[in-house]
Structures are given as C-alpha cells and as structure tokens.
C-alpha cells in the first residue's frame, strides 16, 4: 500500500470567508463552514484533502486532510475541483458533510506516488537514529528481540482524530499490555514526532508525561517520543510510507502505524486512523512469535 496525501499548494484568490452559525447543531457538535481546493479525494480510505481558506473560529487557511462518513459522497470528485463543504467536530472526531463541488477545476499539482516507499511485510527495517525524550540517542536496533510498534505524530496537531487519536490508541495498548507481564516484557512503544524544530526532547517529554503509565525515573521505559534532525526525519518518514508537508503553520500529513517482529523486519503495517487498539494489540501478540534476531 502507498500513502498518497499530496503535498499542500497555496490557496486560491477567489476564495471567501463565510461561517455557519446558523447551522442546527447536536449537544457537543460543532460546525463550519468550509471552502477550497480539492487535492486529492480517495474513495477507497474514505479521506478528502482541501486547500482551504481560514475557517474561523476553527483553523487558519491550509490544506489538511479529512475524513467523510460515507464514501459515496466523495463520487464525481477529482483534484482541482472547488468545493464547499461543512467540518464537522464531534467528540473525539472531525469529518466532512455536505459537499458540494461548486467548479470543477484543473488537477492540483501532487507529488508522483511513487515517491513513497511501499512496505512490505517481512522487508529490513534500516536501522534510523532518533533523539528520545530525554534527549538520548536511540537506534532501532536496540530493540531487536521485541516487537516494536511506531507510529507518527506531532503534538500541536489541531484534529482530534489525527495525532492525538494516535496517542490516545497507544496509551490504551499501554495500559493493556501492562496487564501482561510477559507481553509488556516482550514489546516495546515508539512515537516519533515529524516537527523536531518544535517538537523538542523537552517538549515531547512533556507530552508524553501525559500519557505514559508511571511517573518516575522508568516512565518512558517502555514507550519512548523521539525525533530526528529533518533530513533524518524525511527520510524516515519516507521509508514508512508517510507523507508530510508543512503549510501554513501547520502540517498537512497522513497517518501510518507499523508493527516489527522482533527480528526488526515489517511484520503489518496500518494505514490511517481506521485501525483499533484491540486489533493491534492481537497483531502485536501474533508478531511475537516471528523469530527474535540474535
């Protein structure tokens, strides 16, 4: 499988400001309006990529990625086309309604598929230096003998059922693993950031401490946050099949998640926000079985 989230291109001049306060919203349910640039529309992940305007009270202008409930309603469009459309906040998701294709438009400019590395299960995993949250250097290697789940993330990341959907999935196979001795011994948690220039071993310390079970000398023993300087960090991101750029202030991104055995090879990978902790945490159990390197 290949991410295929494009690159953010700047916006539009004829694009204006409009809201949607008037909208009828459920208790806990907020809405705004929406209006932009179509980059990609993917049917089959049920995602839509906007270079949009500044919605207010919401997010500055940017292109960002967004889910939609039902796959159908992404039928007739293409890149290029200029949309409306309403983000919808609920809970601990963000999703597209409503669109609307209001001109259809050339093709946005997206960088060649190609360019991202497809994984494949089994395949040598190169072992990529990173800076943890104490400021340590950590290889890959180190956790040879121990499967070893990753994912991406950074932590000013707006959308709740992007990043901090990521942490919240890997705090709740935390705390199951724990459970398990012999799991937990066996496994290990790395969340790699993709802003080192904010995100800090300071910062991602700070973050983590939110999240990580214990609260002494041993609380990242067992999930670590880390990053790399950004040659690093895109080559990495490369390699994992994960596609980033930053716009705006902010970073338009994909998600992606992967499990090595602990023979450090790519035992499954995960694209998305779709997967759940439960499944993971079977794949996770399942990879301990892949014979350990020694």
Known sequence: MILTLAAGVSLCSWLTACSSQNEPQSPGTQRYQLRGTVITADKEHKTLVVDHEAIPGFMEAMAMGYGVKDADSLNGIASGDQVTAQVVVGGNSTWL??????KKGEPAKSPPASQLHQLETGEEVPNFVLVNQDDQ????????????????????????????????????????????????????????????EYDTPKVLRAYGSKYVLQRDAHAFDHWEFASAPEAQMKEIASFFGFGYQKESGEILHGLSTTILSPDGKIYKWYYGNEWTPQAVLKDLRSSLQSPAQK
């Open 97 to 102: 309604e409503n669109i609307v294709v209001v």
């Open 137 to 196: 250097r950590i290889e890959l290697r180190q956790y040879r003998g121990k499967a070893l789940l990753i994912t991406f993330l950074y932590t000013r990341c707006p959308l709740p059922d992007y990043c901090p959907l990521m942490t919240r999935n890997f705090a709740e196979i935390e705390q199951a693993l724990a459970k398990d001795p012999a799991a937990y011994a066996q496994t290990h948690l790395l969340t790699i950031s993709f802003d080192p």
